[in-house]
């Protein structure tokens, strides 16, 4: 646990350190759970959202975009159903003062009991080797059946609890279960209460004629708003889908893991609009190809695990998470959810206006049934950076940090370096950087011996250094340097090019899905 600990401290400082992530207002001691991306953040987190858009809007042919506003018309949020039920279950520790999620204490410790049935596994996959038979030994080890069946337990009832808003019951629960206060030890807890989580804010010039809006705690309601008017300005056949991205906000209770629980974050959501009967089919589909979109980007196939929703939102029929093994364990990285018509027949009722379909196959008006895709952009940001970082030691005994992002993500994809900083090396650097940056971010560094800058690169994860040195002035070849394996390669100042777009090009990557 410890070293857990150690390497989420590590990434948070690392991202710090190099550009990629600061704390919001700083200067004023920062603003809990909000931070601002840094000029290697922002580039990092422009290509996880080009990557999601490319596959998402680009390569299909029926889902189209949408950027709606922030702050919409309140009523949308009383339709929703946010106003009444975007809740969270919160519960005070009386010694500590500390605030926590009812519902995330019970979960931290269900996955506490899964990991020591996992231990159990992975001891006995050490002991046995290729012989081992995991379904066999998940099915006939006492005491893995009896973690699993303990978490299960845990888990169905919390679901059943929050399900039938049974706070008291969720008290309960965590008092059977003797939790503690994670950071004190104290199991003296209040009651469980109902919490709200948008945020509130006015419109208009004065006090008395202001309007009550919300900032929108999640993207998707400006793509039900809007779904007549796609589908009608484009012609849209149903299936068909509509893709956003842009900011959330919501007042989180517990908002302590750097960029994974924020008050202010960014969504990338997919609506899929089918015809009523064929959702589930759908859902299925799109559980599969999000996450093969995941396992494109090649951060281990370990690293991703289903889980599918016992307590269901308000508007869902069927509902799963793509959870992914952050440096505090598995947690949820996207939301994949059927909802039914629940929105548009809402926004039916609330706004008067038909929100309607008309199937000239079926000859019929429906309200299409919506299949959901939903994936923080900055989970996303965590999941990459936090599994990218690594700690080598080399053949020599000397150790590197070295932040092994997919390259097709990476901020900067080369660094041109000439060897000193005379005799028309960088000059020569300079000429290289005009051809390469209109295809990529290309970065110049002259500072420091090269190996130093070799490594600086390796911290920001950039896939290639490419060195200028005297050969060069002869006969038009540099070396090329691969961030990962370190191995040198002379090239052709005119390979370049070729090369980097071999390494770095979404289509390559969104290929392997
Ligand atoms: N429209 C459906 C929806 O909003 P959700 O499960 O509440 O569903 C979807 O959120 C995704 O948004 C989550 O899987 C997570 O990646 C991201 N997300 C939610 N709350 C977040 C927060 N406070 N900070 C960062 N990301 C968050």
Redesign the pocket.
Known sequence: MAKQEDLFKNVVSHAKEYGFIFPSSEVYDGLSAVYDYAQNGVELKKNIREYWWKSMVQMNENIVGLDAAILMHPTTWKASGHVDAFNDPLIDNKDSKKRYRADVLVEDHAEKIHQKAQKEIDKAKARFGDAFNEQEFVTTNARVIEYLAKEKEIRERLGRSLGNGDLADVKALIEELEIADPETGSKNWTEVKQFNLMFGTKLGASAENAMDLYLRP?T?QGIFVNFLNVQKSGRMKVPFGIAQTGKAF?N?IVARQFI???RE?E?M?MQFFVRPGEEMKSYEYWKETRLKWHLSLGLGKENYRFHDHEKLAHYANAAA?IEFNFPFGFK????I?SRTDFDLKAHEEYSGRKLQYFDPELNENYVPYVV?T???L??MFLAVFATSLKEETLEDGSTRTVLKLPAVLAPTKAAVLPLVKKDGLPEVSRKIIEDLKWDFNVAYDEKDAVGRRYRRQDALGTPFCITVDHQTLEDETVTIRHRDTMKQDRVKITELKGIIENEVSMKNWLMKM
């Open positions: 999640e998707a919501r989180e994974f629980r924020m974050f969504q959501e998470d949820e990285l996207e939301g959810h959901e939903s994936v923080g900055d989970r």
